[in-house]
């Protein structure tokens, strides 16, 4: 595509030569190629100035960046905000794919991993393909990406959509960080249907406060249905949690659709008579005049609130009633959610969950009180860089949910794994519990939760969940909480093993 018919969109100050053909685009320099657009983007750790010798070096056509660079080789391109220009060009040059796809998006603290999946599968069991674009991996008819972000760069989204409508799909369902509508990254986007699910502390180390948490995901329901597309748009929110009532004064340009656990609540998608077992949940779902038995293998309340959203995301895509409870039923468990390890026989239960906020950590803590284990025995850290704030309230949370509670590390990054401890104890002291020990060493606690455990316990590995990383420092260490679960499992059958023999010698003379 040649430069010039990038002109009319474009808000920024042109140097150089308009007569240009961009074959790619790119904020990688190790990635540009001949007539290639670079960005150069600047982030926590880097600026992306330092690279457009080697993005020029490597055929770029146009740079794109700030401020301007004298004697520059190639036409410049200096924009006052690059991410938001980034999004508008890669539209542009990707020829708008999300115009031609049912888009919806996710958003909220917690719960946009399942929903995505939970989507996914009532998409498949209509045999309607649908993408998906998440924490996990960014995924459509077979084929996977890794995801280095929940929601990447404005590049990459429209990058990875024009391949999706390429392959003939025709829905997606994009889990929609606040850090991304902050960040341009899903600027311009023309969403068809947006989710709400929850606000709950996190991330308060980059909005500061819950007012400017709340404020970034209001974006995506104002920005909601405020383009041309006569398409109906819809709005899919939370009636039980305050801040989705207060989004639902915000939508200007979409209807409202409300879900529920409460009974007379007049919302559109009721969940009512829940019952959470060891190996799922039930419910009656409630939906224009319509009842009908949904049995999830997700366990939880926070999980009926899932199944309510992603039922509503269907049914405002068309999909027919019976289709979606079908769907519904079938979806599998997301990765790292509540996702028990095998535990070869043993008579107690390891459960891995990504629960890393305090909202979370609770909703699965309450889930297993469920269960009625003997106890519930927890290990889980807070990472590093991050929100300090919520560190105590998990503490607390942790201590008063559990029979035992080993902290150890998470993700500590470039702070001291010892001082995140020091925080996580504050709260800890506040609930006067001394049910706890530290272990700073991530495998370490993994050992002694797992050779603590007996008959009818259940031991939680919150945090993590998916990830098969540590981030300490600035480098990725391969662990896994699945992995070194198991690694322990074998190793205290073994012992038992090796005890259940001995005795057994003992009493044959």
Do not use: W
């Not at 983007?41 to 600026?47: F, I």
């Not at 209807?255 to 559109?268: E, G, I, L």
């Not at 995301?313 to 028990?340: D, H, M, T, W, Y």
């Not at 001995?502 to 009493?507: G, I, R, W, Y």
Request: glycine share 6%; with cysteine.
């Amino acid at each position: 595509m040649n430069l010039k018919k990038f002109l009319p969109v474009l808000d920024g100050m042109l140097f150089g030569k308009e007569d240009v053909d961009i074959l790619g685009v790119s904020y990688n320099s190790k990635e540009v190629k001949s007539g290639f657009a670079f960005f150069a983007l600047s982030g926590q750790n880097t600026n992306g100035s330092k690279y457009i010798n080697d993005a020029v070096s490597n055929g770029a056509a146009v740079i794109i960046r700030t401020e301007k660079q004298e004697n520059c080789p190639v036409t410049q391109i200096i924009v006052k905000d690059i991410l938001k220009f980034m999004a508008v060009f890669c539209a542009r040059f990707y020829d708008y794919p999300d115009r031609k796809l049912n888009v919806i998006g996710i958003t909220g603290t917690n719960g946009k991993t399942t929903i995505s999946y939970m989507i996914e599968s009532i998409f498949n069991y209509s045999n309607i393909d649908c993408a998906v674009m998440g924490t996990i991996n960014y995924r459509y008819k077979g084929n996977i990406i890794k995801a280095p972000n929940t929601t990447p760069q404005s590049l990459d989204i429209y990058k990875f959509m024009r391949s999706v409508v390429d392959s003939g799909v025709k829905n997606i369902a994009m889990e929609v960080s606040s850090h991304a509508l902050s960040l341009y990254r899903v600027y311009g986007i023309d969403f068809d249907i947006a989710i709400f699910t929850n606000l709950t502390q996190d991330h308060l180390d980059f909005h500061k406060n819950m007012d400017e948490y709340f404020n970034a995901k209001s974006v995506l329901f104002k920005n909601l249905g405020n383009n041309d597309d006569k398409n109906k748009k819809y709005a899919i929110l939370n009636f039980d949690d305050k801040y989705g009532k207060k989004l639902a004064k915000l939508v200007a340009n979409a209807q409202v659709k409300f879900y529920s656990t409460v009974k007379n609540t007049n919302s559109d998608f009721t969940a009512l008579n829940i019952s959470i077992e060891n190996n799922g949940t039930s419910f009656d779902l409630i939906f224009d005049g319509l009842k009908e038995k949904v049995n999830i293998k997700h366990i939880g309340l926070h999980n009926v609130y899932n199944a309510l959203a992603s039922f509503g995301a269907a049914i405002c895509s068309g999909i027919s009633f019976k289709a979606v409870i079908e769907g519904i039923n079938n979806s599998a468990q997301a990765p790292g959610r509540l996702e028990r390890v095998d535990i070869g026989g043993l008579e107690f239960d390891v459960v891995v969950d990504y629960a890393h906020t305090s909202d979370a950590l609770e909703n699965v803590l309450s889930a297993i009180k469920k269960l009625k284990p003997k106890r519930i025995i927890t290990v889980f850290g807070c990472g590093g860089d991050r929100d300090r704030t919520k560190r105590p309230i998990m503490g607390k949370i942790a201590v008063e949910m559990s029979d035992f509670v080993f902290v150890t590390s998470d993700n500590p990054r470039t702070e001291n794994p010892n001082e995140i401890v020091l925080d996580i104890e504050v709260g800890i002291k506040k609930s006067y519990k001394d049910n706890y020990k530290v272990v700073v060493a991530r495998q370490e606690a993994i050992k002694e939760a797992v050779f603590m455990a007996g008959k009818g316990d259940i031991v939680l590995l919150a945090g993590k969940g998916h990830e098969v990383y540590q981030i300490v420092g600035t480098q990725k260490i391969h662990f896994s909480d699945v992995e070194m679960a198991k690694k322990y499992i074998v190793l205290k059958k073994q012992k038992e093993n090796v005890q259940s023999e001995s005795v057994q010698k003992e009493f044959s003379f």
